[in-house]
């Protein structure tokens, strides 16, 4: 059985990693279930590096304090929403940008700052990087994505973060309107996780 710890404490993204990597060959843990419990500074530059930090973080501590433990697969993904009348915001700084707001108040300031913006001009997607650290190999990296629009309403109680005011044209709805299942098979952190369990396979970790 292969151990895969999730380098993150978002419950809502531990939850859609268990639900795309479930297996009776594979068990999934925290970082807090190993006892690591500090910091990580996401000062990366884009998605790739700030996943491939978090990864790295857990990983070292891993070989620091749990020596002996070196069948272990350590995740960690970066993702976020980029908006291209934003000029790419909020993009890396997806979560920090929200400040002292809450997702609702900064999407509804997001709304209300695009609001006599075209449709044709209101493209934005979700970005997923994943990095996954092995014992004694390189770092493996994956990144996908998922292309919709700023919606003009927040719509849905499904799904978390900027879910309610991303807009899906090619599914007619947003995502926190989907079901788990269906936000699973088309999200950016869906298509990530499948991809990167697919590329541990061909590398003959999993």
């Given at each position: 059985m292969?151990?895969?710890?999730?380098?993150s404490?978002?419950?809502?993204?531990?939850?859609?990693?268990?639900?795309?990597l479930s297996s009776k060959d594979i068990e999934l843990?925290?970082?807090?279930?190993?006892?690591?419990?500090?910091?990580?500074?996401?000062?990366?530059?884009?998605?790739?590096?700030?996943?491939?930090?978090?990864?790295?973080?857990?990983?070292s501590y891993i070989l620091e304090k749990m020596p002996e433990f070196k069948d272990y697969i350590v995740l960690a993904d970066d993702s976020g929403?980029?908006?291209?009348y934003m000029g790419g915001m909020?993009?890396?700084?997806?979560?920090?940008?929200?400040?002292?707001?809450?997702?609702?108040?900064?999407?509804?300031?997001?709304?209300?700052?695009?609001?006599?913006?075209?449709?044709?001009?209101r493209g934005a997607r979700f970005v997923c990087a994943m990095a996954a650290c092995v014992y004694g190999r390189e770092p493996l990296i994956v990144k996908e994505k998922v292309e919709g629009m700023i919606n003009r309403e927040m719509?849905?109680?499904?799904?978390?973060?900027?879910d309610p005011f991303f807009y899906v044209p090619e599914y007619g709805c947003t995502t926190a309107e989907m079901t788990r299942q269906q936000k699973n098979e088309i999200s950016h952190r869906g298509k990530a996780m499948r991809a990167m369990r697919d590329l541990l396979v061909k590398e003959n970790v999993l």
């Open positions: 292969k151990t895969v710890i999730f380098a404490t978002n419950k809502d993204k531990l939850k859609e990693i268990g639900e795309i843990k925290t970082m807090s279930e190993i006892g690591f419990s500090d910091e990580i500074d996401e000062n990366g530059e884009d998605f790739t590096d700030n996943a491939l930090i978090k990864a790295k973080a857990v990983e929403l980029v908006i291209d909020p993009g890396v700084q997806s979560h920090r940008w929200l400040g002292d707001r809450t997702y609702p108040q900064a999407m509804t300031d997001v709304m209300n700052e695009m609001k006599d913006v075209p449709d044709e001009k719509r849905g109680s499904e799904g978390f973060g900027y």
